[in-house]
């Protein structure tokens, strides 16, 4: 069976750094996209960031250009969010998934099938 496990999150004061792991596992077929996203209370889900696992093209969300990087260790199995320079406004429950289909929209979530149970990131200032 498909799953995704989210690790790394945490409590940060603005300006620090954390990086989130998934480990996949289960997965029968490739994987076309994974994502990462996150939900703050009251808020939509977010799409943070996304990358082709078989060409390395990598999405991200303006609000995160530029802080957040990421990135995929194939034999692992695991995928990875860099996160630096945080902010309050990064504060939210981050989830990873993954897609097997075609995806048209990397950033978009229902275009995925798999979602891991999320990893909390707290920022305060």
């Known amino acids: 069976q498909a799953q995704l496990v989210e690790s790394g999150g945490g409590s940060v004061q603005a300006g620090g750094s954390l990086r989130l792991s998934c480990a996949a596992s289960?997965?029968?077929?490739?994987?076309?996209?994974l994502g990462w996203f996150r939900q703050a209370p009251g808020k939509e889900r977010e799409g943070v960031a996304a990358?082709?696992?078989?060409?390395?093209?990598?999405y991200y969300a303006d609000s995160v250009k530029g802080r957040f990087t990421i990135s995929q260790d194939n034999a692992k199995n695991t995928l990875y969010l860099q996160m630096n320079s945080l902010k309050p406004e990064d504060t939210a429950m981050y989830y990873c998934a993954a897609s097997v289909g075609l995806v048209r929209v990397p950033l978009l979530g229902k275009e995925y099938q798999y979602w891991g149970q999320g990893t909390q990131v707290t920022v305060s200032s």
């Open positions: 289960g997965f029968t077929y490739p994987r076309d996209f």
């Open positions: 990358v082709y696992p078989r060409g390395d093209s990598t």
